[in-house]
């Protein structure tokens, strides 16, 4: 036991306390309940933005300020509060994150306005940002090297299962109770995580751990980040070649550069550059980029394809994608098992091939395509990510010193959240561009009806999400004809897109080659209970 003692001191770590307390298995099913809260919120919300509409008289824009007000909150403050946990200790910051996520999620059910809504769920995403970075640095330094991917594969599994259950839950909740249900449900959630991190979690916090903050790096990174998030949130309102557009993107490209320019000068920074001489940490975060970039990006549109092609509840079409995230759940733990065995090299290379064929296969899908070619699609893609979610994370954080680790898992979930609104945003801007050229002439070949330029424009914004532009009171024939526009102009689109996505996928499974295992994660905890 002393000699355990002295090489947990030497790595920087606490030692592997005996009991519940402490426990690597325990301390991963602590921070999986806690994990499983915020992923469920991302999806289970979705489903009730129309009901919240309705009842709370919200305009669109109000509505889609609910999504964005918490992702912008959640990808300007990722880092900064990896850096928290660094400096304070991760288990701090998770009870924290836990208790404020919670508390947020009662508020806004209990909010009577959309500005209320809007408000509490920009504290959402502050709580959230806390909550995730402190996750994996808790694994990190829980876990033996020989056991982190595997823990990581279990952590990835809890999230696929999260988010698949999201649509699937949120859409009962708020058929059967109410929109403010989907909300309370984190209540109880929270309370049990809370319980179990008090009693479980040990905060293991490096020797020669932040003992001060870089505010100033924290402003110019949040500036660069918001700037970025926000451009690419307007883009497909405003159009890539607005001025208000260019203006914030500028914004972005100073502030990260002012940015990288005080982190060379500051004593103890943000983000210490040299981390970024590793080879495989920058390329497991470019690849984080790049596969948020084609997964997210692409599967935008998939559940509008399901909802408004196919005519699905968003029940129906959580139970369609259950092949997808099914195969992550299976998938994560055994990719957490080939990593540990082969390294992460192989299976993120495989896992990005894999994902490209998907998206390549998904460009063919048609309005009229059956659910078992759906699911065998949706099934590869799931598939393919696992190995990617598990490895890239472990890339990133492994290759990260132990008093870093939480920065590294900040920048791990921002590289995600950049990566997913850059493919939403970029995607959008290809689904747009291919209906605005085919539509008109799809029409005119269906010999509908001429439109004005107004009804035009107007038609075209609802093809781009696979609504049909059906006025009341057309015969039946005609309608059918314009359904028949409307869908196979979206179906086109969307097929473009995915050649895109998987063109990126393709790029990131080049950029895989360059990964390889953590050389700091044997810096964590011991091995004694595991």
């Known amino acids: ?79 900064t509060a990896g850096k928290l946990g660094d400096r304070f200790g991760h288990r701090q910051t998770f009870l924290i994150g836990i208790a404020g996520f919670a508390l947020s999620s009662a508020a806004i059910g209990l909010s009577t306005g959309v500005e209320l809504v809007i408000g509490f769920r920009v504290a959402q995403g502050l709580f959230g940002a806390l909550l995730m970075p402190a996750a994996l640095g808790l694994l990190r330094a829980t876990f033996p090297a020989e056991k982190l991917n595997m823990a990581i594969g279990i952590w990835g599994m809890v999230i696929g299962a999260s988010t698949a259950a ?76 607005d001025s208000r557009t ?45 596969m948020a970039f084609a997964f997210m990006g692409g599967l935008f549109f998939v559940t509008f394809y399901l909802q408004n092609v196919h005519g699905m509840s968003p029940v129906d079409s959580g139970l369609h994608l259950l092949p997808l995230t099914g195969m992550m759940i299976i998938g994560s733990p055994l990719a957490g098992a080939a990593i540990t065995k082969l390294g ?48 890239a994370t472990e890339v990133i954080v492994g290759n990260a010193p132990l008093e870093l680790s939480g920065v590294a898992g900040g920048l791990q979930q921002a590289a995600m959240q950049v990566g997913g609104s850059l493919g939403t945003a970029v995607l959008g801007a290809v689904m747009a561009s291919t209906v605005g050229n085919s539509f008109g002439d799809n029409w005119r070949a269906a010999e509908l009806p001429p439109l004005t330029p107004e009804q035009t424009e107007l038609a075209e914004k609802g093809v781009q999400v696979g609504i ?24 086109d689109g969307m097929g473009t897109a995915f050649t895109v996505a998987g063109v990126v996928a393709v790029l990131a499974a080049v950029v895989a080659c360059f990964t390889k295992r953590g050389e700091n994660a044997a810096q964590g905890a011991g091995a004694a209970h595991v």
């Open 166 to 241: 999201g649509p699937i839950v949120g859409g009962l909740l708020v058929e059967h109770v109410s929109w403010q249900s989907v909300f309370f449900i984190n209540v109880p959630v929270g309370i049990v995580a809370l319980i179990f991190g008090l009693f479980i979690l040990v905060d293991h916090r490096a020797e020669n751990a932040p003992r001060s903050f870089d505010v100033l790096g924290i402003l110019l990174l949040s500036a660069a980040m918001f700037s970025l998030i926000w451009a690419l949130i307007k883009a497909a309102e405003w159009g890539w070649g």
């Open 344 to 391: 992460p090299r192989i299976p993120l290379v495989a896992g990005m091939v894999a994902t490209a064929a998907a998206c390549f296969g998904m460009a063919q899908l048609t309005p009229d395509t059956g659910t078992l070619t759906m699911s065998l699609w949706f099934a590869l893609l799931g598939f393919g990510l696992a190995p990617v979610m598990v490895g």
């Open 468 to 491: 049909a532009p059906v006025p009341q009171g057309v015969p039946a024939e005609i309608a059918q004809k314009i359904t028949d526009v409307a869908h196979g102009t979206f179906v």
């Open 246 to 290: 260019l203006l914030f993107l500028a914004a972005s490209v100073l502030g990260f550069f002012l940015f990288t320019f005080w982190e060379t000068k500051v004593s103890e920074p943000l983000i210490p550059l040299g981390m970024f001489r590793s080879l495989p940490l920058s390329a497991g975060t470019v690849l984080m980029v790049l």
């Open 1 to 79: 036991m002393t000699s355990q003692i002295t090489l947990a001191k030497e790595a920087g770590t606490s030692p592997v306390r005996s009991g519940l307390r402490g426990h690597p298995w325990f301390t991963l099913f602590a921070v999986a309940i806690g994990v499983m809260m915020v992923t469920l919120d991302g999806t289970i919300v979705a489903v009730a933005n129309p009901a919240i509409q309705q009842d709370l008289n919200a305009s669109l824009a109000e509505v889609q300020w609910i999504t964005n007000g918490y992702l912008l909150a959640l990808a300007v403050s990722l880092i």
